[in-house]
Structures are given as structure tokens and as C-alpha cells.
């Protein structure tokens, strides 16, 4: 197992597809996504930023990711696209389906629980966070973070307050394979979604799925909008859900989806 992270030994597990990501590694930042997107306006190509600590780090919605040096992967990639900004809906999506499926390649199977989280045994293994900025020539870029559990200390998990999930049979790779792996698979799947939009990736979503056919909430600041049984995802990445009034597609903005109890 290699803990220590250098964009060469990262670089040296590329595939093609990714060869033309700038690889960045710091030991300290705040948050690896504010750091790019204050930096669309001179990157000419896609940029990788690893942070080994992140103090600052966010989730969907404002939250708070807490993660601890060593125990996490913590990293954003900026990467340009070429159509308008409606053509990149469902892009969290996309990006989920390529992590889910590099790390089921790596032997971890996880489950995708609408619209950015990565489940491990039900419990939350990674989270996605992706803001979008238009650069001043116009170009669209999408600045693409994670957060990914490998192992959980105690402490930390106290910390978080619920249960999650950890992948220890990562924490033993070399991490520079590991990021390398995921990588090559994000730049696959990103260059793909920006000739084909979500619509190629609805299945393969589907197929990933958590909770498919259980009873789930949609939670707007505690109220329940809807409740249903769950039935996967559109080709824009609505959730579907089979409610008692009929079949309804949900939007995720800020909304929140839980189990029924």
C-alpha cells in the first residue's frame, strides 16, 4: 500500500482517455472545488486537484464533509464542456455511474442513491458535489468534487453523527492506482456525456440503483413533497416514483430522499 500521492505515479496508471488531465496535488486546502472554480478563467484543459486534507470541504446543499487525512480521497476535477449549460443536466448522475462502476471494477460493489451519494451495505461510502461556471470566453466548465470514505475512524464517525460506510479494501491500493483508476473512468464517462447528455447513462444508472421499488420520502426542510415507491430514473435524471395518485418525476434541487419508515 502507497499512501504518499505525486501526480507522476498517478499520471504513470492513465489511461488515454485521461492523459490530458493536468494532475495537482496539495497537501492542505479548504475546499478543492472553490479552488478550481476561482481558476475557470486560465485553465485551457481538465485539471485534477487532490487535497489531502481538506478543511473545509462541502456537500449538496451546504453540508458539511468531514474527512480526515489518510482515511479519505478527497479531490475535484474541472473539466470543459461543450454545449450550454441545460445540455449538463443530470451530469451528477453521470458522474456517480462512472465512480460506481470503477470502484465495483475494484472489487467494492456499491449502490447509487438519488441524485449524488454512494452507498456501501445501505450506508453512505462517497459523495458528489458539482457546480457549474461559465469562464469569461463563454466556455461552460464543471467543477466535479468527491469525497470518498476508505477507512472510519471512531473519532470521526462520532464526528459525522450517523452511520457510514468505508471501503478498506481500497485503503489497501496504492492510492495513485486508485486515483488513476477513477480518473480514467471519469474521463471516460465525462467525454461521453458531453456528445449524449444523461440520456445514454439512464440504464446504467438504473441498474445501480439503491432502494429501486422500496417506499422512500422526498423531503423539502423536513415536509414530505411525495411518497412512493421508488422506480429509478428518467432520461433527464428525475427520480421516478409510483405514488398512489399516479407516477410523478421529482427534480432534486434541494430536496432530500429518504427511506419510508
Known amino acids: ?23 495537482e496535488v ?11 472554480l476561482q481558476r475557470v478563467n486560465a485553465m485551457r484543459g481538465p485539471v485534477l486537484l487532490i487535497a489531502e ?5 462541502r456537500g449538496r446543499a451546504g453540508r458539511t464533509w468531514l474527512s480526515q487525512p489518510g482515511s479519505s480521497l478527497t479531490f ?10 441545460h445540455n449538463l443536466v443530470g451530469l451528477p448522475l453521470a458522474v456517480g455511474v462512472a465512480l460506481a462502476e470503477a470502484m465495483t471494477a ?40 468527491a469525497g470518498i470514505n476508505l477507512l472510519m475512524p471512531d473519532q470521526l464517525e462520532a464526528d459525522i453523527g450517523r452511520d457510514v460506510a468505508s471501503a478498506p479494501w481500497l485503503a489497501q491500493m496504492d492510492r495513485n492506482a486508485l486515483l488513476a483508476a477513477l480518473l480514467n473512468r ?31 420520502r422526498i423531503l423539502d426542510h423536513g415536509d414530505t413533497l411525495h411518497e412512493g415507491l421508488s422506480a429509478g430514473v428518467d432520461g433527464s435524471g ?18 432530500s430522499l429518504r427511506l419510508a419508515p
Not at 476535477?77 to 454545449?83: E, M, N, Q
Open 106 to 145: 475494484l472489487g467494492v460493489p456499491v449502490q447509487l442513491k438519488w441524485p449524488n451519494d454512494l452507498l456501501k451495505d445501505g450506508a453512505k461510502l462517497a459523495g458528489i458535489l458539482v457546480e457549474t461556471q461559465a469562464a469569461q470566453d463563454g466556455a461552460i466548465w464543471a467543477v466535479i468534487g
Open 1 to 23: 500500500m502507497t499512501l504518499h500521492i505525486t501526480p507522476a505515479a498517478i499520471a504513470r496508471h492513465c489511461a488515454e482517455c485521461a492523459s490530458h488531465v493536468a494532475i
Open 53 to 57: 486534507r481538506q478543511t473545509a470541504g
Open 76 to 85: 475535484s476535477l474541472a473539466w470543459r464542456f461543450k454545449g450550454p449549460l
Open 26 to 36: 496539495v497537501a492542505e486546502t479548504g475546499s478543492t472545488n472553490i479552488d478550481l
Open 186 to 216: 471519469l474521463a471516460s464517462v465525462l467525454a461521453e456525456f458531453d456528445d449524449t447528455g444523461f440520456a445514454a447513462f439512464t440504464e446504467r444508472w438504473n441498474r445501480l440503483q439503491a432502494w429501486r421499488g422500496q417506499a422512500v
Open 238 to 255: 428525475r427520480l421516478l416514483l409510483d405514488t398512489a395518485q399516479g407516477q410523478v418525476a421529482v427534480l432534486s434541487g434541494d430536496v
